[in-house]
């Protein structure tokens, strides 16, 4: 059996985990720790030194580990950490990974509570379960979310975009505040929209760059400067996320601006263009390349206009056809003006209250939406089918009825033009039947139906399932289409095109859900989506009332995907909408 440098160092570090948690003596556990290193650090093969019998000369390696390493090498096994991987779980050993975990932590958390994984972790601590330990407390425990949360991203090493937008807006507007700062924005796959981020590229305009460098590097949550210079920082921040700020002087932003937003995709094709026409391009200026003549573009639109393109909305900057329509639309015209922007929705078409799983009640949501300046709302509690999330059957949708002609008639007394209807986000079971009649379905505003269980299905049984469902009279909208999770789960195997062919055919939405977790459908399959026909809801899904606000990342998603408001069904006032739906 040969085992690499690395393979015996990465068991030597779990030896030393392992004991760790055992409690073990400091100095026995630092003993495995420096054998691993010194073996991961050598420049021959282990193999070659054991073979040669001079393990001992090895620094760090003294006569007890070279004997286990000498097990190891002999038979493939050791004997030693078996049984310490029988007495330490796996899960347990996982839990190390979580910044605010510690071998003693772990140790208490699973001596104290049986956890013995990342995910009884996170569910403890989303219980609250953690706080009441010793020495810990509910800081210490939303510590320990976060880390689970970090670690996630990190395992994909890209962030979603709900947790990074706010974030990024919050450090722009301290920079733009910085005294000397003309303009600051981010840039990047940030400005473009995009689902998942794996840096924050921040721009700032300014002729002196040292107090805005000072104030970024002086942010609270650095854990590590990775970059200091007179125009350009970067830093990793405690959540693992990377920031990258330039400053640049105010005459160039036009062309730093579009450099920075990216995509690289959409800017080789941008330079090419230049370049056909004499000229180079890069972050600070347009060069004829016949005279070295540079011109400066202080804002990105007189850039575009100059290449003879019109301006192309950051969201559609993807090299997927904006250039080719950019050109033919010419210097002066903005593609897709009518491109959906928040303003556009007049309501909300998916969401709990406490009558399921949602925090709040139906009156609560709809004062926030009323703040939001929305004219109406659908209540989409789970049905029956769905026992977790404490599902409504017909007696309950019925009483919920009531509940909701209540708060319509007090909102009317109080003369807020605003509507609650009524809908529900039916459950589609497993052979594509629906969890509730027909006859109640009809008593319902809108009908939404949603896959959340065996999303796992062959591509052929859970296509056909989802196009049993939408054969249903009363279904008016798809929710979650995908049931994909960013960054946890791919969603199902659908034959897409038949389930939008349906769709087109039902006149059925399909929902491009704006929880920053989920954002289904998504970008790209919403656009494909829109050219077959299909016509679309944005609704957050929220189950508290701030989850009202995320309709922002469906929205970034629907202008990735070229949506027009025209196609959104909730952006069409609520008479069209409910004409749409009786559509029968
Ligand atoms: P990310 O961070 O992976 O989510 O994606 P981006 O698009 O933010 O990429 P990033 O942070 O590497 O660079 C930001 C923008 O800067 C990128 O969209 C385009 C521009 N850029 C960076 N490196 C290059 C390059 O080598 N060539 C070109 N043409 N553009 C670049
Ligand atoms: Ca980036
Ligand atoms: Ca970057
Ligand atoms: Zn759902």
Redesign the pocket.
């Known amino acids: 059996m040969t085992l690499s440098n690395q393979q015996l160092a990465t068991i030597f570090n779990d030896i030393a985990d392992r004991l760790e948690i055992q409690g073990e003596l400091v100095f026995k556990v630092r003993a495995y720790r420096t054998a691993a290193e010194n073996i991961a650090a050598l420049g021959q093969p282990i193999a070659d030194i054991w073979a040669a019998g001079q393990l001992e000369q090895v620094a760090g390696i003294g006569k007890e580990i070279a004997k286990k390493i000498d097990e190891l090498m002999r038979t493939g096994r050791l004997a030693f950490y078996e049984r310490l991987k029988r007495e330490v779980p796996d899960g347990v050993v996982a839990m190390l990974r979580v910044p605010g975990v510690g071998p003693k932590r772990a140790k208490l958390f699973w001596e104290s509570l049986g956890i013995d994984s990342l995910e009884a972790l996170e569910a403890a601590a989303r219980a609250g379960k953690l706080r009441a330990l010793p020495r810990m407390g509910e800081k210490a425990e939303q510590t320990i979310l976060a880390g689970i949360e970090a670690l996630k991203q990190r395992a994909s090493g890209?962030f979603r975009l709900g947790d990074v937008l706010p974030f990024a807006e919050a450090l722009v507007t301290t920079l733009r505040a910085v005294p000397g700062v003309q303009r600051a924005a981010y840039?990047?796959?940030l400005r473009r929209g995009?689902e998942t981020?794996?840096?924050v590229?921040i721009l700032v305009a300014t002729r002196d760059p040292a107090p805005v460098m000072q104030a970024f590097l002086q942010q609270p949550g650095i854990a590590q400067v990775l970059a200091s210079g007179e125009t350009k920082s970067s830093a990793r921040f405690e959540n693992g996320l990377q920031v990258d700020v330039r400053a640049v002087v105010p005459d160039v932003w036009g062309t730093a601006l579009q450099?920075?937003?990216?995509?690289?995709q959409h800017?080789?094709r941008i330079?090419e263009l230049a370049q056909r026409a004499g000229y180079s391009l890069n972050e600070y200026a347009l060069t004829r390349q016949a005279d070295g003549k540079e011109e400066r573009f202080a804002d990105e639109a007189a850039l575009y206009a100059r290449l003879g393109l019109a301006y192309i909305p950051p969201e559609l900057r993807e090299d997927r056809g904006e250039i080719e329509h950019a050109q033919a639309l010419g210097a002066g015209h903005v593609l897709m003006p009518e491109l959906i922007t928040v303003n556009d929705l007049r309501g909300d078409l998916q969401m709990h209250t406490n009558w399921s799983d949602g925090a709040a009640d139906i009156m609560t949501m709809a004062r926030t939406a009323i703040a939001l300046g929305y004219e109406y709302i659908l209540i989409t509690d789970h049905t029956v089918g769905l026992a977790v999330a404490h599902g409504l059957d017909a007696a309950r949708l019925r009483e919920q009825r009531k509940a909701i002609d209540a708060v319509n008639e007090q909102l009317a007394a109080e003369g807020i033009a605003f509507r609650v209807l009524h809908g529900a986000e039916v459950e589609v079971r497993s052979d594509g039947t629906l969890d509730l009649p027909d006859d109640v379905l009809a008593t319902l505003d809108l009908v939404q139906i949603s896959v959340h269980t065996a999303l796992n299905q062959p591509r052929e049984v859970i296509t056909a399932r989802l196009l049993r469902a939408m054969q249903h009279p009363h279904v008016h909208i798809v929710g979650h289409p995908a049931g994909r999770l960013i960054n946890e789960r791919d969603g199902a195997d659908y034959d897409w095109e038949a389930v939008f062919r349906t769709a087109r055919e039902r006149n059925i939405a399909l929902e491009i859900n704006a929880d920053p977790a989920r954002l289904d459908l998504s970008d790209t399959l919403a656009r494909r989506a829109a050219e077959l026909g299909c016509v679309f809801s944005i609704s957050t899904d929220a189950h508290t009332p701030a989850g009202l606000h995320n309709r922002i990342y469906g929205v970034l998603t629907a202008r990735r995907a070229w949506l027009t408001p025209a196609r959104v069904i909730n952006t069409w006032p609520l008479e069209r909408l409910l004409a749409w739906a009786r559509r029968g």
């Open positions: 890209r840039a990047g796959s995009k981020i794996g840096d590229d450099y920075f937003t990216g995509s690289q800017n080789i330079r």
